[in-house]
Nanobody, 125 residues
Framework: QVQLVESGGGLVQAGGSLRLSCAAS????????VGWFRQAPGKEREFVAA????????IYTNSVKGRFTISRDSAKSTVYLQMINLKPEDTAVYYC??????????????????WGQGTQVTVSS
């Protein structure tokens, strides 16, 4: 099993920055991909970014490319989501998730096996 705990959310003005953290425990950290997803009120959960188990490959949804950066620190068993130039439409609960498959890193929600509880990000205009 994998346990995931998100932190770093908060209230920020448009144009501001936040760094989310996803601390992992349980299964060996390098044995799975990690993704970030978000869910705004009244909307479905959507993919944001993901990083391969070895950190060599990353993918992003188009709306965050150039603004968000995903990274992982194996020594700390933590995945980060650095967010800059935040916009009101980025407001959502952000979740990290672990994909234990041996396939390529994916944006597909159903491929992820374990989820954190989420952290709220609110961007004011």
């Amino acid at each position: 099993q994998v346990q995931l705990v998100e932190s770093g959310g908060g209230l920020v003005q448009a144009g501001g920055s936040l760094r989310l953290s996803c601390a992992a425990s349980g299964r060996t950290f390098g044995a799975y991909h990690v993704g970030w997803f978000r869910q705004a009120p009244g909307k479905e959960r959507e993919f944001v970014a993901a990083i391969e188990w070895n950190g060599k490959n990353t993918i992003y949804t188009n709306s965050v490319k150039g603004r968000f950066t995903i990274s992982r620190d194996s020594a700390k068993s933590t995945v980060y989501l650095q967010m800059i130039n935040l916009k009101p439409e980025d407001t959502a609960v952000y979740y990290c998730a672990a994909d234990l498959s041996i396939l390529s890193v994916t944006a597909l929600t159903d491929n992820y096996d374990y989820w954190g509880q989420g952290t709220q990000v609110t961007v004011s205009s």
